[in-house]
C-alpha cells in the first residue's frame, strides 16, 4: 500500500478525481436533459418543479438535507473513494 498523504497528492490521484467527477457531471447532464423540455430551438426548459426543489436543495447545508438527499450524496461519494482506492491499488503495483 502507498503513503495515503503521498497519494492523495499524486497525478494519479489527480487524474481518478478528475475522471470520476467528469463521469458524474455527464451522468447529471444527461438526467437533468432528460428532465426537461426540449424547445424547437433545442433550448431546454426545466420545469418549475424542478427547479424549486434544485433551488431548495442548492441553499440547504448537506447536515440539514433529507436522509434521502443524503444518500443520493453519499452515493456519488462512494463513487469517488472507488475510483481512488482502484488508482492507490494501481499505483502500489506500479
Not at 30 to 42: F, N, W
Not at 44 to 68: E, F, H, K
Request: one cysteine or more; glycine letters at 4%.
Amino acid at each position: 500500500m502507498t503513503d495515503p498523504d503521498k497519494f492523495l497528492g499524486s497525478p494519479e490521484a489527480l487524474e481518478a478525481v478528475a475522471a470520476i467527477a467528469h463521469e458524474r457531471w455527464a451522468h447529471w447532464q444527461r438526467y437533468v436533459h432528460g428532465q426537461c423540455i426540449r424547445l424547437d430551438d433545442g433550448s431546454l426548459v426545466i420545469p418549475a418543479q424542478l427547479v424549486n426543489r434544485w433551488t431548495r436543495q442548492i441553499s440547504t447545508a448537506y447536515a440539514d438535507l433529507t436522509d434521502g438527499e443524503k444518500d443520493s450524496d453519499r452515493e456519488q461519494a462512494r463513487e469517488y473513494l472507488t475510483a481512488l482506492t482502484i488508482a492507490e491499488n494501481e499505483a502500489a503495483n506500479k
